[in-house]
């Protein structure tokens, strides 16, 4: 029972233009989501979240969106760089329950010079 | 500020064997999350321990067993291993005390099962 789905393993985007990368959740008790990233032979490192009372949340050329009713949750790359090229993972979670999140299975995004 | 730390990085065991694996957190921290990585698999939540208690567990069988220490480092052990077993895992720690889900994650121990 996938509660946290990445329908893309991969994305390819040329430097410069916006990368937009998707997910979808199942569960409604979720209270928060969240993007991070993982280069190869590194941990994952955090990038944005939102909470479910929030529709938008930017932070510099990073953006995520929330749409509750379709329960699709996007992130927009502005412009993209190559040291954008990573693994992107959303994951969620029930607010308060500590350190466990439900996590996609990630997104391999490159970008193109 | 040094970050999380994980041993050993790499290492390689039989089926039937057991692994224990070690993790020092952000100092301060006093929540650390265990999760596996497969390959195909995003990441999947194994347990938590916060203030030496477990308190969050996920879908896994008893082999898979952690515990936390009073200066907040934790192990994980994996018994009777199995091929399936073979896996990156990564140790995450946050505060703790309330939690929105950023996490900071060591770089993982990346155990091979022959």
């Known amino acids: 029972d996938q509660q946290v789905k990445q329908n893309s393993p991969s994305l390819s985007v040329q430097e410069g233009r916006i990368s937009i990368l998707n997910c979808d959740y199942t569960?409604?008790?979720?209270?928060?989501f969240l993007w991070y990233k993982k280069y190869p032979a590194e941990g994952p490192t955090f990038l944005i979240s939102i909470s479910s009372i929030k529709d938008k949340n930017e932070d510099g050329r990073f953006t995520v969106f929330l749409n509750k009713s379709a329960k699709h949750l996007s992130l927009h790359i502005v412009p993209s760089q190559p040291g954008d090229s990573a693994v992107y993972f959303c994951a969620a979670g029930p607010y308060n329950q500590g350190g466990k999140l439900i996590f996609g299975q990630g997104t391999e995004l490159s970008v193109k010079p | 500020k040094a970050g999380v730390t994980q041993t050993p990085r790499y290492l390689i065991k039989t089926r039937g064997q057991q692994v224990t694996l070690s993790c020092s957190p952000i100092?301060?921290?006093?929540?650390v999350s265990w999760y596996q990585q497969t390959p195909g698999q995003g990441l999947q939540f194994l347990f938590e321990?916060?203030?030496?208690?477990?308190?969050n567990k996920g879908n896994f069988p008893g082999r898979f067993s952690g515990r936390q220490f009073s200066n907040s480092r934790s192990e994980m052990n994996v018994s009777t291993l199995e091929l399936g077993d073979s896996a990156l895992y990564l140790c995450a720690s946050s505060f703790g005390a309330t939690n929105t889900g950023e996490l900071f994650f060591g770089e993982g121990s990346r155990l091979t099962v022959l």
């Open positions: 569960n409604s008790m979720f209270d928060y």
């Open positions: 100092s301060g921290h006093r929540s």
């Open positions: 321990y916060f203030s030496e208690t477990q308190r």
